[in-house]
């Protein structure tokens, strides 16, 4: 009985309570309000435009007039003979980029960190930015200067006495040329957030490890890592959340029939399906298989690192 | 007040009575009253005027139609989009408008768009004069009960936009060598190219033969009795339509380029090269053969000048002829959809007139296509028009078709620029080598759309299709895959559901052709 009672109290008091804090931070709550009001508008009410996924869209027939086919796109996907290259293909880039330019601006940011303040450190660390900005169109035309067969990389095997390479026509270079460019581009700007940790990082705890008689190397392993290990973990889950999605601009400059077999990748097969007769429909469903796999991937990423570590999205 | 009203609507209507009664020649003007037609089209192409500025050669339709236009122009990229929008609301629809790609005939007419412009044929008697001069017009007109939805034009530019090899001539007579004919011809000369330095720097850095995009290469079907050109299916005698590349013709066209990648004849980097690599590349005047359209002759002249060539002479030539001394290659497609009305119109009379005058009249098309006479062009003692020095020397400086396009002329609804509109805009040596090409060019098969059943076939089947059929056509140019290996090839994509695909594209051709 006396349960019952302080149970229905019990809402009642959290209702009461809630209604409380919504008042006492209505200003904050105010202030989040134009950004909640966006993302309803413009990332969850569109979001029944996925539902064309199920359906075959017929832009004369609107979201809601077109018919509905179930899986049948799906199907088609995943009956495709390339369903498997495609798959393996954009895994494999994404987990070099991952194991290779995940680490690049960790390691960069912990090597600035080292460096006395002055011109030379700011004038690196703006040289390290820079490539971010440049367009991926401009990189890729980069690469193709220094890599055609009459381009600087060849000259120079050749002066050497090696034979050249057709760098864009070979599959096995597509995924190097892939990462490392990517992380030349990507690298200083990563580097950001992590310079940003470590100069959080409290001075004492430098002076004493000095005082202990602590190397260089040591200092970094036991005081610069640890303090990073939160950032790491965090942009760690959420590139592993992303695992599926590859932004096609990049491959489209750089691939061609000859390195379908490592450089076709789900995004630019389906680019070139929709390319016949703007199939969105198909794009869709596709695109939302990709952000299911991430999602999946995102959990369970999420799930392993509150086991191993303290530190979780959530 | 309503009184006044009422007379004045019946006036109106009477007098718009009259005015059409008088329509059986399309005599302009359309009305002597006010009436304003409301007009949706992309917006020009050369941007910096758009149509709502009321561009010259619109204000010259308007005084000759007598209907003034509200123009509702959109960004060209952005047109399909928005348009589809509309005519999925289909309310608020404009009078005229230009029909995006994806929306097909029968849309327009099952779901009440477009009006049937059957009704409406004796408003429209150019246009029905140019249909009975293509007949194929009519057939891609209607929806699949035969009723006219849409307006198709026919454009006469397809035999000067034809694309052919452009070979330095002027490097051909340094070396003393002949225009090439036969495929030895072909290849003898691109070896001299590479290996007898025509560009006389010394230095053997010349490319034999350089195109924009990969599949240019194939224009040496021509000489195993193939026209260039000839796309994925072609139909033998008997109508029935063949895939070309497990062809026999195709296999010796891919041992030839082979040969010429392995001998360093053609560029090295042909599977990622663009136009604009293409471009620059001539501007480094080590280019002897390419794969381009007339007018592109004059303009890698420029870049080989700029390169240090003292008479660049770039030409159009013929494709390597087969066996029997026979060439032929196809043109490009040389019909379009362009406007449909609303089948809402409050005004759909005046519309067919507008849109018979605007399109398919003499004197409409004329300003349509070529501007304002007197400002872009002039009519010469046979009435033909050419253009002026102000298009083709542009005193701002811009390239002819901007300048036309800069007071409104060549819309976006226009398919090619008409055969003598090209041939004015060409220079002379262009259009000398123009005669030598154009008794070769053959006419594309214009087929009806495909049904949507049949485009998703297509789509279904066709991506995983030709994502191997490409892959392995290059792998065999650059020598990854060895051609003794063709077989297998042949057989794989037999096995990959290609009779559905030919299935699908001869029941396309049957319909067209009238053989169901």
Redesign the interface.
């Known amino acids: 009985m006396i349960e019952a009672r302080t149970n229905q109290q019990g809402i009642k008091y959290k209702l009461y309570r809630t209604g409380k804090y919504l008042a006492r931070d209505r200003y904050l709550l105010l202030f989040a309000l134009p950004g909640i009001v966006y993302f309803f508008i413009f990332c969850y009410v569109p979001m029944y435009g996925v539902t064309i996924a199920f359906k075959d869209f ?5 979201v809601m ?1 077109s018919e509905w086919v179930g899986l049948k796109w799906f199907a ?1 996907f995943f009956s ?3 369903f498997g290259r495609l798959l393996r293909n954009t895994l494999l880039l994404n987990i070099y980029s991952l194991v290779f330019s995940f680490p690049a601006p960790v390691i960069l940011a912990l090597v600035i960190n080292e460096v006395r303040e002055g011109t030379f450190k700011k004038s690196v660390q703006t040289i390290s930015y820079l490539p971010h900005f440049v367009s991926v169109v401009v990189v890729v035309g980069i690469m ?1 200067l220094f890599l ?3 381009g600087l990389v060849n000259q120079a095997l050749e002066s050497i006495g090696l034979t050249t390479v ?1 760098f ?3 599959p096995g270079w597509f995924r190097p040329l892939y990462v490392i460019s990517g992380i030349w581009q990507s690298c200083g700007w990563g580097s950001i957030i992590y310079l940003a940790a470590l100069s959080g990082v409290n001075p004492e705890l430098y002076d004493a490890a000095y005082v202990d008689g602590a190397s260089r190397w040591q200092r970094v392993r036991y005081i610069n890592l640890p303090s990073i290990k939160p950032t790491v973990v965090t942009l760690l889950i959420l590139n592993i959340g992303r695992l599926l999605t590859l932004g096609h601009e990049k491959i489209l400059l ?1 691939y ?6 490592t450089a ?1 990748v789900i995004s630019t ?1 389906v680019y ?2 929709g390319i ?4 969105f429909s ?1 794009g869709t469903a596709v695109g939302l298989f990709n952000s299911l796999c991430n999602v999946a991937l995102l959990l369970a990423a999420n799930a392993i690192s509150r086991r191993v570590n303290e530190t979780s999205l959530w | 007040m309503k009184r006044t009203a009422l007379v004045l609507a019946i006036i109106m209507a009477l007098s718009l009575l009259a005015t059409v009664s008088l329509a059986a020649e399309n005599t302009m003007p359309i009305s002597t009253d006010k009436i304003t037609l409301v007009f949706a089209i992309p917006d020009n192409f050369y941007a910096a005027n758009s149509y709502a500025d009321n561009l010259p050669v619109w204000q010259e339709i308007e005084k000759k139609t007598g209907v003034t236009i509200e123009w509702q122009a959109v960004e060209p990229s952005q047109y399909d989009t928005i348009m589809n929008i509309r005519i999925a609301a289909n309310t608020d629809m404009p009078d005229v408008f230009a029909v995006p790609g994806s929306v097909t005939n029968e849309d327009l007419s099952k779901q009440g768009i477009a009006l049937i412009l059957d009704d409406y044929m004796e408003y429209m008697p150019n246009m029905m004069k140019m249909y009975q001069e293509h007949p194929i017009l009519e057939k891609l007109s209607q929806d699949s009960e035969g009723r006219i939805v849409a307006a198709y034009i026919y454009s006469t530019g397809q035999y000067a936009n034809l694309r052919v090899p452009i070979i330095r001539k002027d490097w051909l007579d340094k070396l003393g060598l002949e225009v090439p004919s036969t495929l030895d011809d072909f290849y003898n000369v691109l070896k001299a190219f590479v290996e007898r330095d025509p560009n006389g720097n010394g230095m053997h850095d010349e490319i034999g033969m350089m195109c924009n995009s990969w599949k240019d290469y194939y224009v040496f079907i021509t000489a195993f009795g193939l026209p260039s050109r000839i796309g994925e299916f072609f139909p033998d005698e008997n109508g029935n339509l063949v895939y070309t590349y497990t062809r026999e013709e195709f296999r010796k066209t891919v041992e030839f380029i082979n040969k010429l990648y392995t001998e360093r004849l053609i560029d090295p980097d042909f599977v990622t090269t663009t136009r604009d690599i293409v471009e620059s590349t001539m501007s480094k005047n080590i280019v002897g053969l390419g794969w381009q359209a007339p007018g592109v002759d004059i303009r890698w002249d420029g870049f080989a000048k700029s390169g240090g060539a003292e008479n660049p002479n770039h030409i159009q030539i013929n494709p390597p002829v087969d066996v029997h001394g026979n060439v032929s290659f196809f043109t490009d497609n040389p019909t379009r959809r362009t406007l449909a009305i609303s089948a809402n119109t409050k005004i759909p009379e005046v519309a067919a007139r507008w849109v018979d005058y605007v399109q398919f009249s003499e004197e409409g098309s004329t300003m349509v296509q070529w501007g304002v006479e007197g400002i872009s062009y002039e009519l010469d003692s046979e009435g033909k028009p050419h253009l002026t020095d102000w298009a083709l020397n542009n005193p701002d400086g811009l390239d002819v078709n901007s300048a036309v396009r800069s007071i409104g002329a060549f819309t976006p609804t226009l398919p090619l620029e008409p055969l003598e509109f090209m041939e004015s805009k060409l220079s002379g040596k262009t259009v000398d080598n123009l005669k030598i090409i154009q008794p070769n060019a053959q006419d594309p098969l214009i087929l009806l759309p495909l049904t949507a059943t049949e485009q998703e076939t297509v789509s279904d089947v066709g991506a995983d299709l030709r994502t191997y059929a490409d892959e392995m056509i290059q792998k065999f140019i650059i020598g990854s895959e060895p051609l003794s290996n063709w077989d297998k090839y042949v057989e794989t994509i037999n096995n990959m559901r290609l009779d559905e695909l030919q299935a699908v594209y001869q029941a396309q051709y049957d319909r067209t052709f009238g053989k169901n």
């Open positions: 017929n832009a004369s027939k609107g007039g088609s495709s003979v390339y193709r055609q067969s009459d057709n864009f026509s070979e750089m061609s029939p000859a390195i379908y077999e076709d097969y070139r399906r016949e007769d703007a199939r198909f």
